[in-house]
């Protein structure tokens, strides 16, 4: 190749390198990908100060002869597409082919590769290839990028700082090993281990290793499919969630994409069971013939879209509802084990109920890698297998009140253990099945008043439901214009509660007011039914006797989902006889007295 030439492609290579090298993630990347592209069991991802420093990849793949090596760091030297039914594939040239070259660019870079003979080993700095010599015969590729951007300083500005660095680098490596649980994958930043997994194949195993075991005994496992999709994976219970929707993993036929309308359709699935703010944890993998799907590949992001979505949607849908729904969801107050040692104190106690504990909120890839031991995770995979399947109307036991702590702590007990109600957030579920019951049946009965009752607005209110009469009359209230700025309210629909007919009649007037443009009936309802359970459910601080507390759970007990609150509250929390002993320092000992 002529000087000239050379130049030509240095330049292009690091004006490429602006577009495809963003930050040390993108490197990992790159790197990591051929690592699995040569088939390695192994890989291992070895970071200085997040990588910016130094980003070293280690792989026990198939390694490349001298001439491939050589190449590799040329703009245009792509490779072959090696089989040309993955879709994937075809759609990554062109940026997979450069990407390397410019990651060359703008660092120094030390390749040791062998396919099992002869080992190659190449020093590049800035592009430049500075010195091609004989390696060791070890089978598979050591590459070592150090330095980036240290020839475009500019560019080394728009790095962030090491800790969203190396979040980034930890997320990225996660994913891959969610997809591909065969492979044992090591990543370590600066001498700590940051995820370990075993490369067994055994997806919950990996889930634990980045999650730990408070979240993978937590998991569901989940399959079914339809004409065209399988769909199986895990499904994070209800109690366990996140702040953000970054833990919502999608893999199509093995590999990580990104659909927003599918992330949101997983996420509805878990309405009213956890807060709406917050986000479960799942790992999705769906099977599907390549033709049914389009893929459109950034080198950031991997977008992917259907055919026969709805389907699609539905099957996901109901997948997850039906496990849920098959579930006892009381949480479980419980001393974690490995607290529980010579000098427990009380600080140590936890409450297993992740929405409490915010530590996951700042998002540390440190903090979520737990160490476990094997016995654990073997009980784990153990008990997800084993305790499925309660008929629905069973979820909830038999619980026997026993008393009322400050007036807002129902005490109950059965043959398990001890419950704590909260009668509030019971009594709110139990309203607003009902409400959305109701809400949900046409054919609701109107109530004529013997007295009519107005209602006062401010000018602009009343213009807004002037025009909006239509939807107080098709929830059977009659309403007219009375004078000025006010409706007069001559019957109500039936099930509006007794003696508070007039308040919530207010209560939704104001939240047809409040309404924004794009009005879905459903989630009007659905607002209307939260909004009324909760001004008009028990407040705390209200004695309630024995025989009404027996009522409330037995009402509690018939709901569809007797667990949560319309927030996503729990209505009860758990102690095992177990744990009681535990928490009491009476288990261990042979002779209690
Ligand atoms: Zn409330
Ligand atoms: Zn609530």
């Not at 990908?33 to 100060?49: F, G, R």
């Not at 729904?325 to 009381?330: D, V």
């Not at 530590?359 to 084993?386: G, L, Q, R």
Request: charged share 25%; aromatic share 8%; hydrophobic share 35%.
């Amino acid at each position: 190749m002529s000087k000239i030439k050379i130049m030509d492609e240095l330049l292009a290579n690091k004006i490429a390198a602006g577009e495809v090298v963003e930050k040390c993630a993108s490197v990992v990347k790159e790197l990591v990908e051929n690592s699995i592209d040569a088939e390695s069991t192994v890989i291992k991802v070895e970071l200085a100060d997040s990588g910016i420093k130094e980003i070293k990849v280690t792989d026990n793949g198939v390694g490349m002869e001298r001439e491939d090596a050589e190449l590799a760091f040329f703009r245009h030297a792509t490779s072959k597409i090696k089989d040309e039914n993955d879709l994937f594939r075809i759609n990554t040239l062109g940026f997979r082919g450069e990407a390397l070259a410019s990651i060359a660019s703008v660092s120094k870079v030390t390749l040791k590769t062998s396919t099992g003979e002869l080992g190659t080993q190449i020093e590049i700095s800035g592009g430049i290839i500075e010195n091609i010599s004989n390696g060791d015969a070890r089978q598979g590729t050591i590459i070592s990028v150090r330095d980036l951007f240290f020839n475009t300083p500019a560019r080394l500005k728009h790095l962030k700082s090491l800790q969203s660095e190396l979040a980034n680098i930890a997320d990225f490596i996660n994913k891959l090993a969610l997809s591909h649980p065969h492979i044992k994958f090591t990543l370590v930043n600066n001498d700590t281990v940051i995820l370990n997994t075993d490369g067994t194949g055994n997806l919950l195993k990996t889930i634990n290793a980045i999650y730990g075991t408070e979240v993978s005994r937590n998991m569901f496992l989940v399959e079914d499919e339809n004409e065209d999709y399988t769909v199986s994976g895990y499904i994070s219970a209800p109690s366990i969630h996140r702040s953000n929707r970054n833990h919502i993993i999608t893999l199509v036929n093995g590999r990580v994409v990104r659909n927003q309308e599918l992330n949101r359709a997983i996420n509805d699935s878990y309405h009213s069971y956890k807060p709406d703010s917050r986000y479960p944890i799942v790992v999705l993998n769906i099977e599907v013939d390549p033709s049914l799907i389009d893929v459109n590949i950034h080198p950031t992001k991997m977008d992917i879209k259907f055919s026969k979505f709805e389907q699609l949607i539905e099957l996901v849908t109901n997948m997850i509802k039906n496990k849920i729904g098959r579930k006892n969801l009381i949480p479980k107050v419980e001393v974690k084990p490995e607290l529980f040692s010579e000098k427990p104190k009380y600080e140590e106690m936890t409450l297993n109920l992740e929405r409490i504990s915010e530590t996951e909120e700042k998002y540390s890839p440190i903090i979520m890698n737990e160490d476990f031991e094997n016995n654990t995770i073997e009980h784990v995979i153990e008990n997800v297998i084993e305790n499925d399947i309660l008929e629905t109307k069973e979820r909830m036991p038999e619980i026997y009140p026993v008393g009322l702590v400050h007036g807002t702590y129902i005490i109950g007990q059965n043959e398990l253990g001890m419950y704590l109600i909260d009668q509030h957030a019971a009594k709110e579920r139990i309203n607003y099945e009902y409400y959305k019951a109701k809400l949900g049946n046409p054919d609701n009965e109107s109530i004529a008043l013997l007295f009519p009752f107005t209602i006062e607005l401010t000018n602009s209110e009343f213009i807004i439901i002037k025009d909006k009469l239509e939807v107080l009359r098709n929830l059977k209230f009659d309403a007219e214009e009375f004078g000025i700025n006010s409706l007069v309210i001559k019957a109500h629909p039936a099930w509006l509660p007794t003696g508070y007919e007039d308040v919530s009649t207010r209560k939704i007037i104001e939240i047809i007011l409040n309404h924004g443009p794009n009005f879905s009936i459903e989630k009007f309802n659905e607002k209307i039914a939260t909004t009324l359970s909760c001004k008009l459910a028990i407040k705390a601080n209200e004695n309630i006797t024995l025989e009404e507390q027996e009522q409330l759970i037995s009402d509690l007990r018939k709901c569809d989902n007797p667990f949560n609150c319309p927030h996503g509250r729990p209505t009860a929390l758990f102690y095992s006889n177990y744990d009681l002993e535990k928490l009491f320092k009476r288990s261990g000992f042979d002779n209690i007295v």
